[in-house]
Every structure is written in C-alpha cells, then in structure tokens.
C-alpha cells in the first residue's frame, strides 16, 4: 500500500476527495491544496486517468526533520532512487514550502539534486542526466518550519492539460478548476448547459467529457509508466475499461457563445480537434443580446475580471445591463459566475443564493449562484431549443 498526494486548485479539495474514494483511494484526507489518500499501485492509475480535479498525483517516499540544508541532503540520499526509475531517465527537482526559515529554496532543490545523483553514483556508477523544462521523472521537495517530505511525480505534465485542447484565448481556465466549477455547478447531463462568454471552450469541452463518461487522461501518457514499479498490463486493462465505457459522441444541449471572433474560432477548433465538432453549438453573440435557449438550464461562465482601471470602469457600466437581460431572458435559470471581481452581485442587483471561495491560481475568487426564478421580471418568451 503506497501513501500519495494530489494537489488541486485550493476550494476543490471536498470534490477531488470524492473522487479519489471513487477510484478506490482509501484513508483519504483533504488538506488545504490537496488530498493525501492511499491505495496500490492500480489506484494511482486510475487516478491520473479519471480526476477531473487533481492537479497532479505525487507518490510519497519519506519524511523526515531537518534545521539545516545538510539535513535534507542526508534524508535524501538515504533513499534507494535507483530501485525507482533507471540512470538513463532525465530527471529534475521541484522544491515548494510554507513557513520554511531557509534563506534560499533554489540551494535546498540543488542540494536534493546532488543526494539523488550521489545516490547513483555510489550504487552504479553513473548519474542521471537533469532536464528542467521535459524530464521523465520529478522529484518533489515539500518544506514545513521543520519536515522534509520527499515525493515522486506520477503524474508528468499537469493533469489539466487533457491532451487536446490545442487553440487558446488570453487568461484560459485550467481544465481541472473548470471541471470543479462545473461539478459545483449542479449540472448533469441532457441539462441545457450556456457558456456566454466561453473563450476556447473549457467548460464546453469538459461538459462534453463528463456527459460521454470519458475519462480526462485517455489522450494523454503519465510520469507512472517510467517508474520501475509500472505494471504494464494492470495499466493496459485499467485504459481498456476506460475507454469501452465511453459513449458515442452526439448532438447535446451544449451552448457556446462568445463576442470575440477570435474565441468562438478557437473553440470550434478546439471541439473539432477533440472529436465534438457536432456536439456543441458555438456562436458568435453578445451576451446582452442572448436569449435562453430553453426553459431552464445553467448558465456558467469567467467573466473577464477588468484587473485595469479603464476595464472596472466598463465592468461597472457593464453589470446593471447583465442584470436587466438576467431578469427578461433567462428566467428559470440557475445563473453561475465565476469571478475575481468581488463587486458583481451588488453591481448585477442580484442577490446570490451561493457564494463559493475559490482560487484561480494565486487569484482569490468567488463562484457566485444567482437564481433567477421564473415570473414578474420575464418579459421576453424563452425560446424552447
């Protein structure tokens, strides 16, 4: 029974738990960041291939006190890396810490780097070679005030990085914090699902994934398969039942829409490249001119934030006019936002029925709900889609 972590974007960790239990994770534990959870090595299979949520999965290998660099020199050193993965993969150190009292964690990853390749050196006499930017395999130094844990990456690239999503617009959601979101969301499949800002069509492409029971990993490989610990064929039935469960792709209540051009081309794009060309319907539209295309249904988009001041000043004009189509349009719908700009619901003149914190990155956000129940403020007929 191995020991492992999963990072996620901070406010998902519940969720990413949830998921972890599903794939067979026993003992789980969320922490802020993350989730500690253990299972064999089929469990962490399973988890790169199916979180929607986790940023990466690191395997733990020890933990250990230290006070001084020389301390986590010697905790590393101890460890039997080359019964982990061969001389000849490339490797490198990442280091991340909280309240650590070392001057300089760039030394503690250099010093982690030489006890792994001292390692070597003393067991077979060679080392392996360092690549920073595409190793084989990553070996993860997490600081306390006074603990060294040291991990492995199974993971490889981050697990957001679903293999297909190849056009980009400025500032994209990650695909894991667009799935939490989604998941937040409520929404289930054959629900009629908007996205009126939708940018290169995260939350369409993961909707889609979730609607057709497609695990996020299958179009991509993992750091797992370079360990020497990799079972090949335990891997191989694991990608097999993934893919069989997979429904064929269809035509969905799946709406994109966006103002810019430039976004919708890269959404369609991007759908087409992941095989769901024919699934999703992208326009191109202002979302003050939108009608709902059904009765109910959720709304969900990432409004641009306005981080400049000429951009908060549109945002302000902006929102009274949000309100006012919310109210005529889009009666009987559950409305989602997800925002850095805490002033929205006051600016909308809506009040939300849920305000959810989040973290965009280092960004502090809000997913704000807001019903818009259907009666009095309807005006204009929804149009059945």
Known sequence: MNTYFAICPRGLEELLADELRGVGGSDVRPVAGGVFFEGEWETCYRANLESRIATRILWHIVKGPYAKEEDIYRLAVRQ???NHFAVSCTMRVVTTAIKCPLKS??????RVKDAVCDRFRDDLGERPNIDTRNPDVSVHVFLTENECTLYLDTSGQPLWQRGFRK????APLKENLAAGILKLSGWQPGQALVD???GSGTFLLEAVQVALDRAPGLDRTFAFERLKSFRALAWA????AAEARVKPAEAMPIYGYDRDEHAVRASRRNLQQAGFGNVVQVDRSDLLDLDA???TGIMLTNPPYGERIGEQEELAAFYPELGSVLKRRWAGWQCFFFTAD???????GLKPSRKTPLFNGPLECRL??????AGSNRSKPVVEG
Not at 105 to 110: A, H, N, R, S
Not at 237 to 240: A, L
Not at 368 to 373: A, K, P, S, T
């Open 80 to 82: 039997l890396w080359p």
């Open 105 to 110: 964690l760039d030394y503690v990853t250099l």
């Open 167 to 170: 056009a980009s617009v400025e």
């Open 196 to 198: 009126p800002m939708c």
């Open 237 to 240: 039935d694991i990608r097999s």
């Open 293 to 295: 295309p059904a009765s």
């Open 342 to 348: 805490l002033r929205l619901p006051k600016l909308v």
């Open 368 to 373: 704000f709900e807001i019903r818009m129940v």
